[in-house]
Each structure stands twice: as C-alpha cells, then as structure tokens.
C-alpha cells in the first residue's frame, strides 16, 4: 500500500478543503471526555475518505497528530501506518492504539523500513514477534532479538534456531536471549562462532545436581532389575554422575581413555581408535564423530572436562587431529589457546551435562525421511518425532 500511494503525493488542494481536513482532525482527536464514540467513528470515516485524495503532507500531519492517541479509529491508523514510511513513521514508533492484530497486518502487508521500526517497538508481544520471523528477512529479525522488551515464544525461538544456521548473526544475539532454552543452545553450538560458543557453554549447561541428589535410590531399583526398562536407563544415563565407560575398559586394547589418548597422539586418530575413544568415554560413535570433526575444537575441551582427562591430555587429542599446537615455536596456536581457555572455565559437571546431552540427543533415532513420508501420506506424526527435545536437536543438526 505504501507504494500504492505514491503516484498521489501532491494532488492540487484548496483553502476549504484543508481547512475541513483540521477541523475533521481536531474532533477524531478529541479525549473520549469530550467526544461521544459514536461521532469520533463518523468524523474517522469522513477524514479516511478524504486521505485516499490528499497528499504526503496531509497524511503526515494526520499521522504526527494522531500518534498519541488512543482513541482514535484503528481502521484510520492502520491506513496511516500502511501509507509511505515517512507517514507511517510518527504511529509506527509512538502509537500505543495498536492491537497485536493490527502490528500483524502492518508487517506482511508494507516494507521492510516500516517493519524495522516495528521491530524497535517496546513491549511487543508474542503474537508479533512471531509473524515477524516468519517474514524472515534478516536485518529486521537482528533488530527485534536485539530488542529486550521484545518477548518470544518456544515455537518462534524453535524458529530462529534453525534459521541461525543459515544466518550466523542470530546466534550472538540468541544466546542473550533469556527466552532461550537448553536445548536450543546445544543444538546451536554446532554452528556457533566462538563468543556464542563460549556464553552457550558457560551460561546454559545445568549441573544437574538436584536431579542426582532427588534420583539416588532410583539407581539402586534400576541395578536391582538389571537395568532392564529402556526408559529409565536412557533416561538415568542423563542424569548420573559417572562419565566413563567402566564396561568398555575390559573390552578395550586400551588400559585407559588416557592410553587410548596418548595412542592417538603418536599413530594419528583413525576411525578405529576414534571409535574407542567415543566408548571409553560413554558416548555413541555418532556423538564422537561430530566432536572429533568440530572445526572450532571447543566440543574436544568438553570432553576431555567431562571425562576427567587432564589439560595435557587435550594437546595430546589435538595434536591427534593434525592441528597445529603451535604459529611458530614457542608461540601457542590462538585456536588452540581459545579451546585450552574454554576447557579451564568449564566446570565438571557442567561439562559432563553438555556432553550428555549432545550423547542424548545426536544419537536420536529419528529419521526425517519417515516422518516426511508418514505427513505425505496423510499420516499422524510420532508424538516423540513431533515433541522430544532430543529428536528436535538431532534434525537441527543432522537433518537439512
């Protein structure tokens, strides 16, 4: 509609009509004291008449007036608001008329300048916040994640997280987000860069303790039955305080994660040894895979945090994977610095959660095929396809 009005910027106007035009103005302006509804409702339509034939500068003068006003006709705001940004401008960033409705029509329907002043709104609801993601242009979506009046629901951040993988923008400013949950930071992590990395580690990783501390017996009834029930042994295995795989020692040539390390280290990692290393630790060889090939190297800091190797033993893994330890010697690697920084700040438990969870999540077995074929077909999704967090993750950072 903005441009709809542009061909009708500076029609030719007459002392009458510009005087008929404040007067018009001044009673839709009126305080509901003054004024009954039903003549402020008139005088809004007989004023929307005569903007579809005035100009850029009537429009403006409209807008300028009626931008404190909460009273006045939304159908008349919501044609102000639509008009170019230069009329739009005074309601879109003053007016608190608008109801979520109304905020919704304005963005799908004007321009990317009306809707970053949208996103500069204070206090804008869920409602709103969605349709503006879902318009997805990225400058704008920057611009209300910066907004900290701005509040978002879980499907809309849902959103985002997937659609920071493509824009790697967001994810600085949806690690500041305290609408983010854990979830969608260790699934983030994986595309991250190194700052958002870093906060996702130290400020979103949960220590568990409560639940070790309230679950405690339920180990026991769970040894009692020989671990029989899937359910509770996935679920305890999130939840326990050991890391290691005490079972896989005895079945490993390796007398220790530390010996397979150090075997890395001198013969170079191979899919063999980078198997056993992901056993002796307690993960499922998809989860070692995706650590062992992290570009940026933080996700080896947490293993070897969450396993309980020494910060030598992270040099050895790294020198493992052919990186360089050292620019020139003497002189540490700056990757290499940050990975062996991240491994000091991070707390055991901490770093045991995070891994747990990536263990518990990448491992998923969901296939996005199945569930694609089962909607084609008319079919109902799984519940878990369509509600665990842990399958969530697993299409985040596997399925595209």
Same mark, same amino acid.
């Given at each position: 509609?903005?441009?709809?009005?542009?061909?009708n910027?500076?029609? !030719?106007s007459?002392?009458?009509?510009?005087?008929?035009?404040?007067?018009?103005?001044?009673?839709?302006?009126?305080?509901?004291? %003054?004024?009954?509804?039903?003549?402020?409702?008139?005088?809004?339509?007989?004023?929307l008449?005569?903007?579809?034939?005035?100009?850029e500068?009537?429009? %403006?003068?409209?807008s300028?007036?009626?931008?404190?006003?909460?009273?006045?006709?939304?159908?008349?705001?919501?044609?102000?608001?639509?008009?170019?940004?230069?009329?739009?401008?005074p309601?879109l960033?003053?007016?608190?008329?608008?109801?979520d409705?109304?905020?919704?029509d304005?963005?799908?329907?004007?321009t990317?300048?009306?809707?970053?002043?949208?996103?500069r709104r204070?206090?804008?609801?869920?409602?709103?916040t969605?349709?503006?993601?879902?318009?997805?242009?990225?400058? $704008?979506?920057?611009?209300i994640?910066?907004?900290?009046?701005?509040?978002?629901?879980?499907?809309?951040?849902?959103?985002?997280?997937a659609?920071?993988?493509?824009e790697?923008?967001?994810?600085?400013?949806?690690?500041?987000?305290?609408?983010?949950?854990?979830?969608?930071?260790m699934?983030?992590?994986? *595309?991250?860069?190194?700052a958002?990395?870093?906060?996702i580690?130290?400020?979103?990783?949960?220590e568990?303790?409560?639940?070790?501390a309230?679950?405690?017996?339920?180990?026991?009834?769970?040894?009692?039955?020989? *671990?029989?029930? !899937?359910?509770?042994? /996935?679920?305890?295995?999130?939840?326990?305080?050991?890391?290691?795989?005490r079972?896989?020692?005895?079945?490993?040539?390796?007398?220790?994660?530390?010996?397979?390390? /150090?075997?890395?280290?001198?013969?170079?990692?191979?899919?063999k040894?980078?198997?056993?290393?992901?056993y002796?630790?307690?993960? /499922? !060889?998809?989860?070692?895979?995706?650590?062992l090939?992290?570009?940026?190297?933080?996700?080896?800091a947490?293993?070897? /945090?969450?396993?309980?190797?020494?910060?030598?033993?992270?040099?050895?893994?790294w020198r493992?994977?052919?990186?360089?330890?050292?620019?020139?010697?003497g002189? !540490?690697?700056?990757r290499?610095?940050? $990975?062996?920084?991240t +491994?000091?700040?991070?707390s055991?438990l901490?770093?045991?959660?995070?891994?747990?969870?990536?263990n *518990?999540?990448?491992?998923?077995? +969901?296939?996005?095929?199945?569930l %694609?074929?089962?909607?084609?077909?008319?079919?109902?999704?799984?519940?878990?396809?369509?509600?665990?967090?842990?399958?969530?993750?697993?299409?985040?950072?596997?399925?595209?």
């Open positions: 509609m903005a441009d709809a009005t542009e061909s910027k500076n029609p !030719p007459g002392i009458a009509q510009d005087a008929l035009l404040r007067r018009i103005l001044d009673v839709v302006s009126m305080p509901a004291s %003054r004024i009954p509804p039903q003549d402020r409702q008139m005088a809004g339509d007989i004023l008449d005569m903007l579809f034939h005035v100009g500068r009537e429009r %403006r003068l409209c300028v007036r009626l931008a404190g006003s909460r009273e006045a006709p939304r159908r008349l705001l919501r044609y102000l608001a639509q008009s170019s940004i230069q009329v739009a401008r309601l960033e003053e007016s608190d008329a608008f109801d409705c109304d905020l919704a304005i963005i799908r329907l004007t990317p300048e009306h809707r970053m002043v949208v996103a204070r206090n804008l609801s869920e409602a709103v969605a349709v503006m993601v879902d318009v997805a242009e990225p400058p $704008v979506v920057r611009e994640l910066a907004n900290r009046t701005a509040i978002f629901a879980e499907m809309t951040m849902d959103k985002l997280i659609a920071s993988r493509d790697p923008g967001y994810c600085l400013l949806l690690v500041d987000r305290i609408e983010l949950k854990p979830a969608h930071a699934a983030m992590f994986w *595309w991250a860069d190194a958002a990395r870093r906060k580690l130290t400020r979103h990783a949960a568990r303790q409560e639940m070790i309230l679950c405690s017996d339920v180990f026991e009834m769970a040894a009692a039955e020989g *671990w029989q029930d !899937p359910v509770v042994r /996935k679920a305890l295995q999130m939840i326990e305080r050991r890391q290691r795989n079972g896989a020692i005895e079945r490993s040539p390796y007398d220790s994660l530390e010996d397979a390390v /150090k075997s890395a280290s001198v013969t170079g990692m191979d899919a040894i980078a198997q056993e290393i992901g002796l630790s307690g993960i /499922k !060889p998809v989860t070692a895979a995706k650590i090939s992290d570009p940026g190297g933080e996700a080896l947490v293993l070897c /945090k969450a396993t309980g190797l020494k910060r030598d033993y992270l040099g050895l893994l493992a994977l052919e990186r360089p330890l050292e620019l020139e010697p002189v !540490p690697h700056p290499f610095s940050l $990975v062996a920084e +491994y000091e700040v991070l055991v901490k770093a045991q959660t995070t891994l747990r969870y990536w *518990w999540a990448l491992s998923s077995a +969901y296939s996005p095929a199945a %694609r074929h089962a909607q084609s077909m008319g079919e109902p999704a799984n519940e878990e396809a369509e509600f665990s967090t842990a399958q969530r993750t697993a299409r985040l950072v596997f399925g595209r």
